[in-house]
């Protein structure tokens, strides 16, 4: 079994930062790609950063350069710095794990439960 928790989502007024982070537990062998995604009220879920094992990352186009991702594989942990935050950033944000466990060869996708990020403008 594998959990994702994430926590530091809130309630921040447009302009703001927020530090979401995510860490994952269990029986983990290696995690490949770590990430985030967010779905809005109304919208599909889309895809935010994400991050492989060796520190390459991709960012959705309306966060480049006001987002950043990074993760610690010593604790199995991700992390997203919101800088610079919109009212269009409001939504839940989900963390994903591409996780290889013990006894396994392939990895498998995980997610978190979900953290609500509001923004006021």
């Known amino acids: 079994q594998v959990q994702l928790v994430e926590s530091g989502g809130g309630l921040v007024q447009a302009g703001g930062s927020l530090r979401l982070s995510c860490a994952a537990s269990g029986s983990i062998l290696s995690i490949n790609v770590m990430g985030w995604y967010r779905q809005a009220p109304g919208k599909q879920r889309e895809l935010v950063a994400v991050?492989?094992?060796?520190?390459?990352?991709n960012y959705e186009d309306s966060v480049k350069g006001r987002f950043t991702i990074s993760r610690d594989n010593g604790k199995n942990t991700v992390y997203l710095e919101m800088n610079s935050l919109k009212a269009e950033d409001t939504a839940v944000y989900y963390c994903?794990?591409?996780?290889?466990?013990?006894?396994?060869?392939?990895?498998?996708?995980?997610w978190g439960q979900g953290t609500q990020v509001t923004v006021s403008s």
């Open positions: 994903y794990a591409d996780v290889v466990r013990v006894g396994e060869r392939r990895g498998n996708d995980y």
């Open positions: 991050i492989t094992k060796g520190g390459s990352t």
